[in-house]
Each structure stands twice: as C-alpha cells, then as structure tokens.
C-alpha cells in the first residue's frame, strides 16, 4: 500500500512522522513524497495558530477526495469533532494515541478481510497499545536528508497565549542512556547530523543536570563526524552549563529562540517566564561561543495590551541584536487559553502592520547576514541534486549550491566548502 505523511508544525511532528513513515516502510509498505495515488494519507497537526488549524482543514478536504485520511497531532487532540466532520473518509487519532500509529501497518495486515476504510474505523474505536510519546525512535528517514532525535515533550510552563501546552500535557524526557543509544544507532546508519527535538526543549531534566547534561553525554558517545543542532531554545532554562557544552565545534552555530516580545510589561502580561535582561545575557552569550551564529527568533505582534512603546522595545531589539531571521506571527487567540477573551486586544490593522514591519525587517537582517559570509569557510552537509548542482545546508542553515560539488556524493555526505555569495559556494 502506498502511504503520503503530511506534517504541518514544529521539529517535533516531523520527526514522529518520519517514525510513522519507518514503520510503513519496514512493514513492506511503499512511502511516497506526495499525495497523488496514495491509498492513505496521514495528516499530523499543529494548533499553534488558526492558520495552522486552517490549513490542516484545507489540506484534510483536498486529500479526501481520493482517498482516506488519518489526522493526529495537536489539533486533533483539542478539536476531534471539528475534524471528523470534515469529512466521510476522516479518521482521527488524537494526539495522545499518536504513538499508537508505528503499530498500523500490522495491524492492517492483519485486517486483510476489511476494506481500508473499516479497518481505519476498527482501528481509531479501540485503543491499541500502551505506547509512550518516546516511541518514535526512527532510525531511518524518508523526507528528511538530516535525522531527529525526540528527547522531550510537553511544557510546565503556562503561557497566556499557548493552546500546545493543553494539548502535549506536561513536560517529561527521554532518559540518557537511550538518548545515547538511538544516537549511537542513527550514527551507525550512516547519517552526519543530528536534530534534537522536544517541545520545550531547554526544559529537558531542568531539575536535574538539564539539556547541558544531555549534550555532555551525546558529544562523548558520538564520533567527530557527526553533528547536532538544536530544534528551539525556550530562554528561561539556558544556563552556564548548557551554553559551555554548546561551545563544542560538533553543536552547529544555528540557534532558534523563541523571544515572542522584549517588552517586561508584555512579557509578564502573557506569563513567560524571563525578562528583557535575562534575553539579552542569552543572546550575547551564544554570540560570544560561536563566530556569527545564525540567530532566529519568533515573535508575536500584537499580544494584548502590547502599545507602540512595547512593539518598538522588540523592534530595537531585534535590530539591536541582529537576528538573522525573525518568524512572526500576528497574535492568534487560542480557545482555552487566557488570553482568548482578552479585553485589552489590539486592533487587527495595528497587530498586522507590525508583522509587515518586522517581517521587512527581517528580510533586511537576513541579508545583511549572508552578505556577511561571502568569502568564510562553512561545513556543507549535500541535501539534493539538482540541475547538476548540489544544494546543502550550512552549519550556520544557509542553503547553498554548491558549483563543483562531484556528481557521485550521496545525500547526507558533509563537505567543506568556502561561501561565494548568499545561495552559492565551491567547494574547498
């Protein structure tokens, strides 16, 4: 049977799809890169925004016009109905029986005498395992050139404006000695790099040795071919000693910060648990371990009682700080979340013009940064071929073409290469 995995969201969905996706494949089931002739489709959610639950609906009609489809993910956990109503070939799986997929494919191949449909429905009725969410453990990858490691989910924090948190519960972790060892695995199968993934993911152990102890543990266990690079790093858990292990040439200088506003007021407002101050010792401390890291950051404009003063704080800031590129997202009210019923809203045009504003901006720091790397010396690992040119992704996450990379390279493969303009290199 032929199978499309569609992933909408964060680091963390795509790798647990990319565990669905094994599981299909080694029980002799044909994996496709695109819906067209797939006799199922899975759909993994996100419900970060309404775009995001938008699109999932979209995306969920279009697919089920030719065939079934089997939603999961955050949005399925919040809002089942809504999604089974979109149509007769819906399924839904919620978030919290997800890891109940890597046992589908045995389990149609032990309902040959159903129709897909009836096994589908079979299937979603009744619980089929006691799974965790550290189940997905894939070791092989069908969409991605790099792989995944998921090492924590959930969050303990309870920000005012999130609904991911009411969907993945609180927040647990893969234990060390298995971290090691799926890594020591995905090492063995040939692949050079490593991205951690978790929901929260500086909240890793946070009452033990935290991320920083993680990190130490993995760099020992691997060998100097392999590198990590990490998925998000919520600011309230980053300290001395994770920063130290982040010092490690194998931890690539890309770093993903999720700031949503620099503003104290506007953070209290949404209960994150940080200030402006402790944002600024981060951010120039991970400037000071590696030489011009790639700086991304997500942002929220117009959070509730957010006046021109605050947006102008974060505004600054950003510039001040040179980001390299700022993910915005106009504020979203989230059923169930404090914030939805919020009296002190900004206008749709104001919170809307602000995303223009820094979405401009970071355009404008994006280039300012590649320009900046014409000419330095980057570590490559080669993604796909095309037009008889390599493209790859930089340790610093500048996808490069690289002119004269050899045609018999393999995907995966790492290559030095020296940077000869924002999107081309040669290599060294």
């Keep these: 049977m032929k199978v499309y995995v569609y992933t909408l969201g964060c680091r963390v969905n795509q790798c647990e799809s990319e565990?669905?996706?094994?599981?299909?494949?080694?029980?002799?089931?044909?994996?496709?890169?695109?819906?067209?002739?797939?006799a199922l489709v899975i759909v993994n959610t996100c419900t970060v925004t309404g775009k995001a639950e938008q699109k999932a609906r979209r995306m969920i009609r279009l697919?089920?016009?030719?065939?079934?489809?089997l939603v999961t993910g955050c949005y399925a956990q919040v809002s089942p109905s809504?999604?089974?109503?979109?149509?007769?070939?819906?399924y839904v799986l919620p978030l919290s029986r997800k890891q109940e997929l890597l046992g589908l494919p045995q389990f149609l191949g032990r309902s040959a005498d159903l129709t897909l449909e009836q096994a589908l429905t079979e299937f979603c009725a009744a619980k089929q395992s006691t799974g965790g969410v550290f189940d997905y453990a894939a070791s092989g990858f069908s969409y991605h050139t790099r792989s995944y490691l998921k090492v924590q989910?959930?969050?303990d924090n309870d920000c005012a404006f999130c609904r991911?948190?009411?969907?993945?519960?609180?927040?647990?972790?893969?234990?060390?000695?298995?971290a090691v060892e799926?890594?020591?695995?995905?090492?063995?199968?040939?692949?050079?790099?490593?991205?951690?993934?978790?929901?929260?993911?500086?909240?890793?152990?946070?009452?033990?040795?935290?991320?920083?102890?993680?990190?130490?543990?993995?760099?020992?266990?691997?060998?100097?071919?392999?590198?990590?690079?990490?998925?998000?790093?919520?600011?309230?858990?980053?300290?001395?000693?994770l920063l130290k292990q982040l010092e490690?040439?194998?931890?690539?200088?890309?770093?993903?910060?999720?700031?949503?506003?620099a503003s104290d007021r506007v953070i209290k407002r949404i209960n994150r648990k940080y200030d402006s101050k402790h944002l600024d010792y981060v951010v120039s401390a991970l400037r000071q371990i590696k030489q011009d890291p790639f700086l991304a950051c997500d942002i929220i404009t117009g959070l509730?009682?957010?006046?021109?003063?605050?947006?102008?704080?974060?505004?600054?800031?950003?510039?001040?700080?040179?980001?390299?590129?700022?993910?915005?997202?106009?504020?979203?009210?989230?059923?169930?979340?404090?914030?939805?019923?919020?009296?002190?809203?900004?206008?749709?045009?104001?919170?809307?013009?602000?995303?223009?504003?820094?979405?401009?901006?970071?355009?404008?720091?994006?280039?300012?940064?590649?320009?900046?790397?014409?000419?330095?010396?980057?570590e490559v690992i080669l993604e796909t071929r095309k037009a008889g040119r390599w493209e790859g992704l930089s340790g610093n996450y500048m996808r490069l073409l690289i002119s004269d990379a050899a045609p018999f390279l393999s995907p995966g493969d790492l290559l030095r290469v020296v940077v000869t303009g924002p999107d081309t290199a040669r290599v060294l």
Aim: proline content about 6%; charged content about 30%; aromatic content about 8%.
């Design 304 to 378: 509730p009682s957010e006046e021109d003063h605050d947006f102008e704080i974060t505004r600054a800031f950003i510039e001040e700080k040179g980001f390299a590129h700022v993910h915005v997202f106009p504020f979203s009210p989230r059923p169930d979340t404090p914030l939805y019923k919020a009296r002190d809203r900004v206008p749709e045009s104001v919170r809307d013009q602000r995303a223009l504003v820094l979405r401009n901006l970071s355009e404008r720091l994006n280039t300012i940064y590649l320009e900046r790397q014409v000419g330095r010396e980057n």
């Design 82 to 90: 809504e999604i089974r109503d979109l149509g007769e070939k819906v």
């Design 182 to 241: 799926r890594a020591l695995e995905i090492q063995a199968n040939g692949y050079h790099e490593i991205v951690l993934t978790g929901v929260n993911l500086t909240m890793y152990d946070h009452e033990g040795r935290g991320l920083g102890g993680l990190l130490e543990s993995l760099l020992a266990a691997v060998g100097p071919d392999m590198r990590f690079r990490l998925s998000s790093l919520e600011p309230d858990h980053i300290d001395d000693f």
């Design 164 to 178: 991911v948190h009411i969907a993945r519960g609180k927040s647990s972790f893969l234990d060390k000695r298995t």
């Design 19 to 38: 565990a669905v996706a094994k599981a299909f494949l080694d029980a002799g089931h044909e994996v496709s890169g695109e819906a067209a002739g797939a």
């Design 63 to 69: 697919f089920e016009k030719q065939c079934p489809v």
């Design 153 to 155: 989910d959930g969050c």
């Design 248 to 261: 490690d040439p194998r931890m690539q200088p890309y770093f993903h910060i999720p700031i949503q506003s």
